[in-house]
């Protein structure tokens, strides 16, 4: 079982910056990958960015280099920096993590999700 916690939403202005927090109740060490999908208003969800625990990265084409995905093991936390935000940005944004357990089954968790919205 994975329990994440997201944080770090709100509103910012077009142009600005935001980071996000998701932490994970256990070792991110011990997770196989974990990352982040947005649901904008009207529109499905969308991947975001990934990471692995070995840190590899993956970013949907459309956010490349303004968005950034990182995680700190010592914190179990990963985190989502979002630069030049633009409208288009507004979503519920979720973290995910895929947990494979000593059994050998992986499961996906989601955590709450947490609001950002761009707007002047």
């Known amino acids: 079982q994975v329990q994440l916690v997201e944080s770090g939403g709100g509103l910012v202005q077009p142009g600005g910056s935001l980071r996000l927090s998701c932490t994970a109740s256990?070792?991110?060490?011990?997770?196989?990958?974990m990352g982040w999908y947005r649901q904008g208003p009207g529109k499905e969800r969308e991947l975001v960015a990934t990471?692995?625990?070995?840190?590899?990265?993956n970013y949907a084409d459309s956010l490349k280099g303004r968005f950034t995905i990182s995680r700190d093991n010592a914190k179990n936390t990963m985190y989502l920096q979002m630069n030049s935000v633009k409208p288009e940005d507004t979503a519920v944004y979720y973290c995910?993590?895929?947990?494979?357990?000593?059994?050998?089954?992986?499961?996906?968790?989601w955590g709450q999700g947490t609001q950002v919205t761009v707007s002047s």
């Open positions: 995910y993590a895929y947990y494979v357990a000593y059994t050998g089954k992986g499961n996906i968790y």
């Open positions: 256990r070792s991110i060490l011990s997770i196989n990958s």
């Open positions: 990471i692995t625990s070995g840190g590899s990265t």
